[in-house]
């Protein structure tokens, strides 16, 4: 399984991006995609997530009123539309992808991780 991450990039405060996630296999066969991200220094941070049964969404505090995470199946991508920008959001965004075998593995994708800058 790959994950292809686009869309990161330098956008001002206040602005938006549109990440994008495209895997090489169907989004069905994940039980939930998200994303993450890095900033320097500080470790690895859950953003948003989305089951692929139900469609339930979590976000993190952060992420709430301002970021969307979709999913579209045909294209078997997983969208992050990033709204009103802060400083604080600049990071190594990351997709991620979950495949669980009840009661024998559990297996999790990660992409290689798009640069998002916001400028104040």
């Known amino acids: 399984v790959q994950l292809v991450e686009s869309g990161g990039g330098l956008a001002q405060a206040g602005g938006s991006l549109r990440l994008s996630c495209t895997a090489s296999?169907?989004?069905?066969?994940?039980?939930?995609t998200g994303w993450y991200r890095q900033a320097p220094g500080n470790q690895r941070e859950l953003v948003a997530t989305?089951?692929?049964?139900?469609?339930?969404?979590n976000y993190a505090d952060s992420a709430k009123g301002r970021f969307t995470i979709s999913r579209d199946n045909a294209k078997n991508t997983i969208h992050l539309q990033m709204n009103s920008l802060k400083p604080e959001d600049t990071a190594v965004y990351y997709c991620?992808?979950?495949?669980?075998?009840?009661?024998?593995?559990?297996?999790?994708?990660w992409g290689q991780g798009t640069q998002v800058t916001v400028s104040s």
């Open positions: 989305l089951t692929s049964g139900g469609g339930s969404k």
């Open positions: 991620n992808a979950v495949r669980r075998i009840p009661t024998i593995a559990t297996y999790t994708y």
């Open positions: 296999g169907s989004t069905f066969s994940f039980n939930a």
